[in-house]
């Protein structure tokens, strides 16, 4: 027990302090820098789309006043299969070079596929169908092109509220700027662990298309670029902006999906975890995309450990008795989700932690029993 105990410490010590300080050492050490100029080859801006009818026409109308040179963006919305207004709605666009493939249901990496397919850009940029881009955002993305040991770019992800959301959407928004310093730390390795869907770009000529349309495809299509031997990095100015899914349950069903298939992602691609073919990225990838999803069971380890050990020493029943004071913290910032005590930080943040852990837990069990979340339904929140 105190074995399980020790171990179960410092792996959740080496998870959330010592990876990140790893990650800032390797970052001072390596130091490399993107060389960054103002560029502005052929993109194409690929949307994929399914049943976005109360979403699609804002996401054009943004895509439309962007500032890049209208004879430099292709703009393609592929539709997988929408039985809604989608395609209705895209339609009316095609005399301001909007074009649409209207796809039978698949899967969302079938229809990436397809609009890859049909793409005449340098660079690729995938969007979601709900994203909003600033302005300068595709410029920004391209520029870091230039430099030719880039073959991808994840932008900068940036979450709103809305006022009646519940307090889940305070620890997404916690947990996303976390992320994105971590990003930054990890592009100066080399690279960063992947993209995000709502705004990343690869070059054209690096796509590999997928079959397995049971992995998260900005994952498998971001870090496909650094199987290939080119660098996948963070550009902080490149802005998208997305609403935050306002209510817990939607968001604990959007996590277990994105989840599932993202680790069915790290094993497609296992070739990644050799560290001596790409060095310090390995780590970076063991660490985010496989321990970080293994902390529900170091948690579940930590506490019947702690407990076991309770009555052999006080240090052992502190422990035990700090895990029961923070889960229900948590249990109460569950309670309270949706008032303004419990928006707290003592009780959202406990709250939103183990709701991402649970989602883990449950993602885990699903891979260990083989299960495949292929049918892809966007969890979508358009105010």
């Known amino acids: 027990m105190e074995f399980t105990f020790?171990?179960?410490?410092?792996?959740?010590?080496?998870?959330?302090?010592?990876?990140?300080?790893?990650?800032?050492?390797?970052?001072?050490?390596?130091?490399?820098?993107?060389?960054?100029?103002?560029i502005t080859p052929k993109v194409s801006l690929i949307i994929a789309?399914?049943?976005?009818?109360?979403?699609?026409?804002?996401?054009?109308?943004?895509?439309?006043?962007?500032?890049?040179?209208?004879?430099?963006?292709?703009v393609i919305v592929a539709s997988d299969g929408s039985d809604d207004r989608t395609e209705e709605v895209v339609a009316r666009y095609a005399d301001r070079g909007v074009h649409l493939l209207r796809l039978p249901r698949r899967g969302k990496i079938h229809a990436l596929n397809d609009a890859v397919a049909h793409a005449h850009g340098e660079i690729l940029v995938f969007s979601d169908a709900n994203s909003i881009y600033d302005r300068q955002a595709i410029r920004k993305l391209v520029?870091?092109?230039?430099?030719?040991?880039?073959?991808g770019v994840g932008g900068n992800t940036i979450y709103t509220t809305e006022e009646d959301a519940d307090t889940c959407s305070e620890g997404e928004n916690l947990y996303w700027n976390y992320?994105?310093?971590?990003?930054?730390?990890?592009?100066?390795?080399?690279?960063?662990?992947?993209?995000?869907?709502?705004?990343?770009?690869?070059?054209?000529e690096l796509y590999q298309p997928l079959q397995d349309s049971a992995v998260t495809d900005d994952f498998a299509i971001s870090t496909g670029v650094i199987e290939q031997g080119?660098?996948?990095?963070?550009?902080?100015?490149?802005?998208?902006y997305e609403v935050a899914i306002p209510r817990a349950g939607r968001e604990f069903a959007r996590k277990v999906r994105m989840m599932t298939r993202g680790l069915r992602g790290v094993l497609l691609r296992r070739r990644l975890l050799n560290p001596f073919r790409y060095g310090f990225y390995s780590v970076i990838l063991f660490t985010h995309k496989f321990l970080r999803r293994l902390?529900?069971?170091?948690?579940?380890?930590?506490?019947?450990?702690?407990?076991?050990?309770?009555?052999?020493?006080?240090?052992?029943?502190?422990?035990?008795?700090?895990?029961?004071?923070?889960?229900?913290?948590?249990?109460?910032?569950?309670?309270?989700?949706?008032?303004?005590?419990?928006?707290?930080?003592?009780?959202?943040?406990?709250?939103?932690?183990?709701?991402?852990?649970?989602?883990?837990?449950?993602?885990i069990v699903n891979i260990l029993r083989g299960h495949q979340i292929e049918r892809w339904q966007p969890q979508r929140h358009t105010p």
């Open 143 to 151: 520029r870091n092109f230039a430099d030719p040991a880039v073959g």
């Open 179 to 204: 992320d994105k310093w971590l990003k930054e730390m990890e592009s100066r390795t080399g690279s960063i662990i992947s993209a995000h869907g709502a705004i990343y770009a690869i070059r054209r």
């Open 295 to 363: 902390v529900s069971v170091v948690l579940l380890s930590l506490l019947f450990s702690s407990l076991a050990l309770a009555s052999t020493h006080p240090f052992y029943r502190t422990v035990a008795w700090l895990q029961v004071v923070f889960y229900t913290l948590a249990a109460v910032g569950f309670l309270l989700k949706d008032r303004e005590v419990g928006r707290a930080r003592v009780l959202y943040i406990p709250f939103f932690y183990c709701l991402a852990n649970s989602a883990a837990l449950l993602a």
């Open 230 to 240: 080119y660098r996948l990095v963070f550009e902080r100015e490149a802005k998208a």
């Open 49 to 74: 789309a399914y049943n976005e009818e109360a979403s699609i026409a804002k996401r054009l109308d943004n895509v439309l006043q962007l500032d890049y040179p209208k004879d430099k963006l292709e």
């Open 6 to 38: 020790w171990l179960s410490v410092a792996l959740l010590v080496y998870t959330y302090a010592g990876f990140a300080a790893l990650v800032v050492v390797a970052g001072l050490l390596l130091n490399r820098r993107v060389q960054k100029r103002d």
